[in-house]
């Protein structure tokens, strides 16, 4: 009986120390925790690559399970060794996931960039791997030595007539001739290259290489003292203006002693040569020579003029040289030649004709 007792004990109590050990409320969730963590953003190939600018891509591949408020780009044109908020200029893209893009600009051409792309949420910043692309060359490129330069301002002459010299249909008693030349360097950086008369702009047609380029011009007026100003001038080939160097240029006519058609100076007179032509010719029969051929046409449009000294008579050439002349003679083909220069190598001679008559004053 003691026995049986016993056992109905060691089997009832136990199951009332187990239901009553736990109450409901201590009794673990059944629901598992949620977990946040920075976004993922990876970058893609830049495409739209200039000497200038380039678009960027990029993809937030997890949000980080919060909300992304700031995602962009940052760039450097110095190596990034470690993603930062710092470590580059930065491009901002807005916010959201998804992808993005971004257009940079004002890049220096033939230049390598590294960027990184980024995102943020509430838990910090996410980074893509470092990336890199180089910039094109620029075609419009300008070189850093090229200059147009005003060389020699030169008075040629100075001269009256009293019918009046033509120009463009509009006749004026004075008339003042004088040369310009200009240097140019680097003239593959330039679309044109000339210079400015005042407000006037020249340009010459044939800049294809470096060196001085010669123009005989002439300024009319009804005043007997004339002044021009010259600029050098001329544009880029990525259309920005130059303006170079600036030279003023003023004289004024006096009539000679003998009251002739007066000259140069007090004691110099001058008048025009009879039946002025001119022709020239090149050893290669390569007309490039502005010097010679604007020469020409100034003396087949508006003549030659003789000068008087004391008791001689002389013209003077484009490099202000005196060739000494007598009345009563009809000149035929005096020859002035002129040489180009290639490192002291002659590679072409032009050669100038000038035929004319003229009687005593």
Same mark, same amino acid.
């Given at each position: 009986?003691k026995q049986l007792l016993y056992?109905?004990?060691?089997?009832? &109590?136990?199951?009332? !120390?187990? /239901?009553?050990?736990?109450?409901?409320?201590?009794?673990?969730?059944?629901?598992?925790?949620?977990?946040?963590?920075?976004?993922?953003?990876?970058?893609?190939?830049?495409?739209? !690559?200039? &000497?200038?600018?380039?678009?960027?891509?990029?993809?937030?591949?997890?949000?980080?399970?919060?909300?992304?408020?700031?995602?962009?780009?940052?760039?450097?044109?110095?190596?990034? /060794?470690?993603?930062?908020?710092?470590?580059?200029?930065?491009?901002?893209?807005? *916010?959201?996931?998804?992808?993005?893009?971004?257009?940079?600009?004002?890049?220096k051409e033939s230049t390598k960039?590294?960027?990184?792309?980024?995102?943020?949420?509430?838990?910090?910043?996410?980074?893509?791997?470092?990336?890199?692309?180089?910039?094109?060359? *620029?075609?419009?490129?300008?070189?850093?030595?090229?200059?147009?330069?005003?060389q020699k301002l030169e008075l040629?002459?100075?001269?009256?007539?009293?019918?009046?010299? *033509?120009?463009?249909?509009?006749?004026?008693?004075?008339?003042?001739?004088?040369?310009?030349? !200009?240097?140019?360097?680097?003239?593959?950086?330039?679309?044109?290259?000339?210079?400015?008369?005042?407000?006037?702009?020249?340009?010459?047609?044939?800049?294809?290489? *470096?060196?001085?380029?010669?123009?005989?011009?002439?300024?009319?007026?009804?005043?007997?003292?004339?002044?021009?100003?010259?600029?050098?001038?001329? /544009?880029?080939?990525?259309?920005?203006?130059?303006?170079?160097?600036?030279? /003023?240029?003023?004289?004024?006519?006096?009539?000679?002693?003998?009251?002739?058609?007066?000259?140069?100076?007090?004691?110099?007179?001058?008048?025009?040569?009879?039946?002025?032509?001119?022709?020239?010719?090149?050893?290669?029969?390569?007309?490039?020579?502005?010097?010679?051929?604007?020469?020409?046409?100034?003396?087949?449009?508006?003549?030659?003029?003789?000068?008087?000294?004391?008791?001689?008579?002389?013209?003077?050439?484009?490099?202000?040289?005196?060739?000494?002349?007598?009345?009563?003679?009809?000149?035929?083909?005096?020859?002035?030649?002129?040489?180009?220069?290639?490192?002291?190598?002659?590679?072409?001679?032009?050669?100038?004709?000038?035929?004319?008559?003229?009687?005593?004053?």
């Amino acid at each position: 009986m003691k026995q049986l007792l016993y056992m109905l004990l060691f089997i009832c &109590f136990p199951m009332a !120390i187990v /239901t009553t050990s736990c109450s409901k409320d201590n009794l673990p969730s059944q629901e598992p925790a949620s977990e946040t963590s920075k976004p993922s953003v990876v970058n893609f190939d830049p495409t739209e !690559i200039t &000497f200038s600018s380039a678009k960027l891509m990029a993809s937030i591949t997890d949000n980080g399970g919060k909300n992304v408020t700031k995602r962009g780009f940052l760039i450097s044109s110095t190596p990034i /060794t470690e993603p930062s908020i710092n470590c580059g200029e930065e491009l901002s893209c807005g *916010d959201g996931s998804g992808d993005f893009t971004a257009t940079v600009k004002e890049l220096k051409e033939s230049t390598k960039y590294y960027y990184v792309s980024y995102a943020k949420n509430e838990n910090g910043y996410g980074f893509s791997s470092i990336s890199s692309f180089t910039t094109l060359e *620029d075609p419009n490129k300008v070189s850093d030595n090229a200059s147009i330069v005003l060389q020699k301002l030169e008075l040629v002459s100075m001269d009256y007539s009293s019918a009046g010299f *033509d120009n463009g249909g509009t006749k004026y008693p004075y008339r003042m001739s004088y040369k310009i030349s !200009i240097d140019v360097k680097e003239y593959t950086s330039f679309q044109k290259a000339g210079f400015k008369i005042d407000t006037s702009i020249w340009s010459f047609n044939n800049v294809t290489q *470096d060196g001085l380029y010669v123009a005989d011009m002439a300024t009319y007026s009804s005043s007997s003292t004339i002044s021009v100003s010259v600029s050098s001038y001329g /544009t880029y080939i990525n259309g920005k203006e130059y303006v170079g160097n600036t030279e /003023t240029l003023s004289a004024t006519y006096k009539s000679g002693d003998s009251g002739n058609t007066g000259g140069e100076s007090g004691n110099i007179t001058s008048k025009a040569a009879d039946n002025t032509k001119a022709e020239y010719v090149s050893s290669d029969n390569d007309y490039m020579y502005i010097t010679c051929s604007s020469l020409v046409s100034h003396l087949n449009r508006y003549g030659l003029t003789i000068y008087k000294s004391g008791a001689s008579y002389y013209w003077k050439d484009f490099d202000q040289v005196k060739h000494y002349v007598q009345p009563g003679t009809s000149y035929s083909k005096k020859v002035y030649y002129y040489d180009y220069l290639i490192s002291g190598k002659t590679m072409k001679t032009a050669y100038v004709y000038v035929s004319f008559s003229f009687s005593a004053f």
